[in-house]
């Protein structure tokens, strides 16, 4: 099983300011499998990026994905006030797929 | 629009049993790979099942082995999900979910689970 660890567990900033949050592998991902998601209480999981760097559509351009391997991170450069929410990566190259834990987004 | 509903949810008795269904438009669940995923209240999400685009391959998480059934039925496009001997940690929000081509979840249908 793929693990994937996300940090920080809780990022605190302010509108306007970049977040960069991280996702780790624990074995190699196929870059094509690699997806983040933003989730807000009560919603389903929306997707921003597929394929480690395409950005779904309807997706501002404030949201980017980069990285390969082990290593992928969700950008976010300059947080509007409805960024605010808890982000997933997911890997759905093998089975079983998997998710990491999340990481929540906050204003500081 | 290509979307996908989850209906069947509801409140259900320790042991009881449960069917969810996941009903497809704007494209058919012939041919695409279709998985469920589940999230407890508060916690992350977790993936559950999936089947293949021909329905050859079905694959279940080890919590769900044995007690879950993943199915379909072509005719009304619409996928199923068995769920028997219900458990207290099968409470959770319960999602449809395409992962090829274009990605698409549905809305998610919770079940709860009372003793």
């Known amino acids: 099983e793929i693990v994937l660890t996300q940090s920080p567990g809780t990022l605190s900033l302010s509108p306007g300011e970049r977040a960069t949050l991280s996702c780790r592998a624990s074995?190699?991902?196929?870059?094509?499998?690699l997806a983040w998601y933003q989730q807000k209480p009560g919603q389903a999981p929306r997707l921003l990026i597929y394929?480690?760097?395409n950005r779904a559509t309807g997706i501002p351009d404030r949201f980017s994905g980069s990285g390969s391997g082990t290593d992928f991170t969700l950008t976010i450069s300059a947080l509007e006030p409805e960024d605010f929410a808890v982000f997933y990566c997911?890997?759905?190259?093998?089975?079983?797929?998997?998710f990491g834990q999340g990481t929540r987004l906050e204003i500081k | 629009e290509v979307q996908l509903v989850e209906s069947g949810g509801g409140l259900v008795q320790l042991g009881g049993s449960l069917r969810l269904s996941c009903a497809a438009s704007?494209?058919?669940?012939?041919?695409?790979?279709m998985h469920w995923v589940r999230q407890a209240p508060g916690k992350g999400l977790v993936w559950v099942a999936r089947?293949?685009?021909?329905?050859?391959?079905?694959v279940y998480a080890d919590s769900v082995k044995g007690r879950f059934t993943l199915s379909r039925d072509i005719a009304k496009n619409t996928l199923h999900l068995q769920i028997n001997s219900l458990r207290a940690d099968d409470t959770a929000v319960y999602y449809c979910?395409?992962?090829?081509?274009?990605?698409?979840w549905g809305h998610g249908t919770l079940v709860t689970v009372s003793s």
């Open positions: 074995q190699s991902v196929s870059s094509s499998n």
């Open positions: 089947i293949s685009s021909d329905a050859s391959s079905i």
């Open positions: 394929g480690a760097s």
């Open positions: 704007g494209f058919t669940v012939s041919g695409h790979f």
């Open positions: 979910v395409r992962l090829s081509g274009t990605i698409i």
């Open positions: 997911q890997q759905y190259s093998t089975l079983p797929i998997t």
